[in-house]
């Protein structure tokens, strides 16, 4: 079965750098498009970066743009997302994600990672 387990998050200062990673097992990894996406308290949830499936594309959102990157290593079915200069805005849970739905979210998802921004 698709399983998806994100590890990295964490406590972190205003200014600081975390890099999340997420293991996928149960399909054909190299293959698919992937996303990471995050949950603040009482927020939607907001698509953050996407990759495709041989890492030759990304995508990011405005909020994250020139501080965060996605990458994966398909050998190692493992997708990242280093985040440097990271803002009390950017806590919230972490989840890498395949397949998005017609209603806005995602077909799989992990567990999610929590990452909290503070001094």
């Known amino acids: 079965q698709v399983q998806l387990v994100e590890s990295g998050g964490g406590l972190v200062q205003p200014g600081g750098s975390l890099t999340l990673s997420c293991k996928a097992s149960g399909f054909a990894f190299s293959t698919y498009q992937m996303y990471w996406v995050r949950q603040a308290p009482g927020k939607d949830l907001e698509s953050v970066a996407d990759i495709g499936s041989d890492g030759g594309h990304t995508y990011y959102a405005d909020s994250v743009k020139g501080r965060f990157t996605i990458s994966r290593d398909n050998a190692k079915n493992t997708m990242y997302l280093q985040m440097n200069s990271l803002k009390p805005s950017d806590t919230a849970v972490y989840y890498c994600?395949?397949?998005?739905?017609?209603?806005?979210?995602?077909?799989?998802w992990g567990q999610g990672t929590q990452v909290t921004v503070s001094s």
């Open positions: 994600a395949r397949t998005p739905t017609s209603t806005g979210g995602y077909e799989y």
